[in-house]
């Protein structure tokens, strides 16, 4: 199975790549809980999202998924319920308390979390048309197919990690930065404007 996927391996971890790094709902949500929580805190962001996509590939490669996204209506309650998600936690970040960032100080507040990540790409068409492409372009149609289908899923996982975390380690360098509540309210709301353009854009997608 190994020796017949390294000819598409290649331009599948350049996909996996571009798809991973590229500024989206997700990466801007890790960028921002990395710069007011710190790195850990969006650990577990990371891994949800990374997980939540790669369990999606899986499940189109099933067949199961391309199904639901056959459903009359279905791909468009997703679409839109993603879009509403995003925005309520555009606003939570808009209007959160400009409070400086006091590495010494704990912070119990609500955080997006490992759930919260994994959520936000199953609602996401996105991810869904992603894994579509990803069966459909790189898994084939042979008897190994299934195999595949487990083989590309464990790739993409690997190297969204590292690309995400990216955004964190980002968040956390801009940390330094947002030393007074003026700096701090600023990047929130630079944030949550940011979040909500890339939510209300993917509709014209």
């Keep these: 199975m190994l020796s017949s996927s390294l000819p598409s391996l290649l ?3 350049l996909f996996a790549f571009v798809a991973s790094i590229t500024p989206g709902p997700t990466n801007i ?6 710069a007011r929580y710190g790195f850990k805190a969006a650990l577990p962001i990371i891994l949800g999202a990374c997980a939540g996509a790669a369990g999606i590939v899986l499940l189109v490669g099933s067949g199961l998924g391309q199904t639901l996204m056959n459903v009359p209506g279905l791909p468009a309650a997703m679409r839109w ?3 509403i998600w995003l925005s309520y936690l555009a606003w939570q970040i808009f209007r959160a308390p400009p409070a400086a960032i ?3 100080a704990g912070d119990t507040s609500r955080r997006l979390g490992l759930f919260g990540g994994a959520s936000l790409q199953l609602v ?3 991810t869904w048309m992603m894994a579509l492409a990803v ?3 790189f898994a084939g149609n042979g008897s190994e197919r299934q195999s595949q289908v487990l083989y590309l899923s464990l790739v993409f996982f690997l190297v969204s990690l590292p690309c995400i975390g990216v955004w964190a380690i980002l968040g956390a360098g801009s940390a ?3 030393r007074s509540p003026t700096a701090m309210q600023r990047f929130n709301r630079g944030m949550a404007l940011l ?3 890339s939510a209300w854009l993917s509709l014209l997608a």
Aim: charged share 15%; aromatic share 4%.
């Design 11 to 13: 331009p599948f971890l």
């Design 29 to 34: 949500l890790v960028l921002s809980n990395s």
């Design 81 to 83: 319920a993603g879009v």
């Design 102 to 104: 006091d590495p010494e």
């Design 124 to 126: 996401n068409p996105k």
């Design 135 to 137: 069966v459909s372009v």
């Design 176 to 178: 330094r930065l947002l």
């Design 195 to 197: 979040l909500l353009a």
